[in-house]
């Protein structure tokens, strides 16, 4: 069964309520810095497997990881380029996700699809923000919808899909778009896009300074 928490009643106790279920596996609708997510801790394998059912999302797919601060960065990722560190200067805290080649045993698998990588977003503000720190976790959190639908915007769609799938759905209003993230990885230093969305290609080329490919 699903419990509905709307986001102006969302208070310290309700709050760590729902921080608490995300430390015990449990899977909770809210909206990113972009679009409505279905979210789960990510160190939970059992919890993140869930996501995947709930969505029906091929495993051939990876999840994004929300953090909320560098030291969670450094605790999932081997190291951190130069040009990885121009962009986050650049772009974090915002909707910019980034590809980086993850610390070995701390993340489950799944969330990487099976390889070497590791998709991190830092945020800035919000429920999902709240919710990390206060659970003291890195989120993953894809969009609130079934694989092949419409992106996670509209509530009411939202909640016909997923109501009695998820444990909790905080209800933030309907989002105005449904732009997700721009997802970038680095390779040998060069930059290419895997999906543009809110940061567009045009701003990326002009911190670097280059020309970009997809």
């Not at 091929?58 to 601060?69: A, M, W």
């Not at 977003?121 to 969009?143: C, F, N, Q």
Request: charged content about 30%; hydrophobic content about 35%; glycine content about 6%.
């Amino acid at each position: 069964m699903t419990k509905y928490i709307k986001e102006k009643d969302l208070n310290k106790d309700t709050l760590l309520e729902v921080a608490n279920a995300i430390k015990k596996g449990k899977s909770v609708v809210f909206k990113t810095d972009t679009v409505y997510g279905i979210g789960t801790d990510a160190y939970n394998e059992e919890a993140c497997k869930k996501i995947y059912e709930i969505k029906g999302r091929p495993s051939t797919k990876p999840l994004c990881v929300l953090i909320s601060n560098s030291k969670m960065l450094n605790d999932l990722v081997k190291c951190v380029s130069p040009v990885e560190q121009k962009l986050i200067n650049a772009f974090w805290p915002g909707p910019l996700t980034i590809k980086f080649k993850k610390k070995e045993n701390v993340l489950p698998p799944l969330i990487s699809a099976g390889d070497e990588f590791v998709r991190i977003r830092l945020l800035k503000e919000g429920v999902a923000l709240a919710l990390i720190e206060t659970s003291d976790r890195p989120l993953v959190a894809p969009s609130a919808n079934l694989s092949g639908n419409a992106t996670g915007v509209d509530v009411d769609k939202i909640v016909k899909e997923l109501d009695g799938k998820v444990d909790y759905m905080i209800d933030s209003g309907n989002v105005h778009d449904d732009v997700t993230s721009t997802i970038v990885e680095v390779i040998d230093e060069q930059v290419s896009i895997i999906r543009e969305g809110r940061i567009k290609k045009e701003d990326i080329e002009k911190v670097l300074n280059s020309k970009m490919t997809y």
